[in-house]
């Protein structure tokens, strides 16, 4: 059986023990940003906060693409979420590669080359890239200067989160 099918079964229990309270309209409080590695799936555990007060955004890395940034603008004028958190991580799948090796690399798999070159937004320093990303959110003038938008790295190792903060060095040339 699939994992798609077994979770489809398993979904059957699911229903019949399920709050249709959580049905309600959402009103999340923050917005949180972080990669698509399960390591960061339990963000009500490493960040203490319920389940329906995050609003969650992910891709790889994470980066803060036009998308996310779209959607990061629905969050706060929209579903009403007041502070933006980035959370990066520690041992990330994405500085393993570069874009260009990984264009490189499936085109040969395949024998096809993508229609344009395809952006992963690969990186190789956790918190040089998680200040850039955040970067793009405070400068966004959709997203309300009263919001904060604050960096993070989560350690794998350890569970703990800490704050990246701004360094000269990360200035982008
Ligand atoms: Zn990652």
Known sequence: MSIIDKALEANKTYAKKYDRKLGAHPTP????VTCMDPRLSDLPGILGLPQADIDVIRTGGPAVTEDVLGELIVSNRVLGTT????????GCGFTTFTDDEMNAKLSALTGDASP??????SY???EQNTWEQIKKVRS???IAKEVPGRGFIFDVETGLIREVQPLA???TA
């Open 29 to 32: 409080k923050i917005a949180v």
């Open 83 to 90: 502070e933006i958190m980035l959370l990066n991580h520690t």
């Open 116 to 121: 344009a070159p395809m952006r992963f937004f």
């Open 124 to 126: 190789k320093d956790a």
């Open 140 to 142: 966004h003038p959709w």
């Open 169 to 171: 060095q990360h200035t």
